[in-house]
């Protein structure tokens, strides 16, 4: 993919960019939201720490634990509140989580991939997340998952979808789950364009996972 033209913009201000990390047996693996919030150049690091332990908790319990199988582990989530556009509050929240699904886990580079939806379709379709550790017994065959495991983990995502918007601590609150857009007809744009994630609905294919951690569509 050809390099945008000009200079990538600075994030918003009171974006958070939540990047969760961990494991599947011995391979790492890392999926990051973005989060528009109240946050500003007052907020105070123990209130991003106490939205991060939410984040992870809502993660662990609406995608880990229903997609994933229990050799997935989650270790931490890094949170990047920026400020303003020069600086950032870093926090990292360390924790444990694990999926709930027993059974054989496919090979490390099976994903089930997750389709955000939005209410504006840019150039290249919808935002997506590659979820790793597939439970065998999710596969209907090695092209399909069974229709109603692919319908109650629709339901899952929506419902993170939903949940993460009632996250706050003190005066730090997610007013957003969204997908960022840096470029537009190949060049940076000057501000980040935010739009809302509304819903999401599961691939009935599993997918080759993919880390794109910072989407420039």
């Known amino acids: 993919m050809a390099k945008a033209l000009g ?7 009171g974006q958070l960019d939540a990047l969760y990390v961990g494991t599947v047996e011995s391979t790492s ?95 290249g379709g919808h935002p997506c997340s590659y979820i790793p550790g597939v439970p065998m017994n999710h596969l209907e065959d090695d092209a399909h998952f069974f229709d109603d495991v692919a319908a109650a983990l629709d339901t899952a995502a929506r419902n993170y979808v939903t949940e993460t918007r009632e996250v706050v601590s003190g005066p730090l609150r997610v007013l957003d789950f969204v997908d960022l857009s840096y470029v537009i007809n190949g060049a940076y744009r000057s501000v980040p364009d935010a739009t809302s994630i509304v819903g999401a609905t599961v691939r009935r294919v599993p997918a080759t996972q993919r880390r794109r951690i910072d989407r420039e569509a």
């Open 7 to 13: 200079n990538k913009p600075p994030p918003l201000l």
């Open 29 to 123: 693996w890392a999926v990051q939201h973005e989060f528009i919030t109240n946050g500003d150049e007052l907020t105070n690091p123990a209130d991003l720490e106490l939205v991060l332990t939410e984040l992870f908790a809502l993660f662990a319990k609406w995608i880990l634990g229903p997609f994933c199988h229990v050799e997935t582990h989650m270790h931490y989530v890094w949170g990047h509140l920026w400020q303003n556009r020069n600086s950032r509050l870093r926090v990292k929240k360390a924790g444990e989580a694990v999926g709930q699904v027993a059974g054989r886990v496919a090979p490390a580079q099976v994903a089930t991939l997750i389709s955000w939806e939005t209410l504006e379709v840019r150039r």
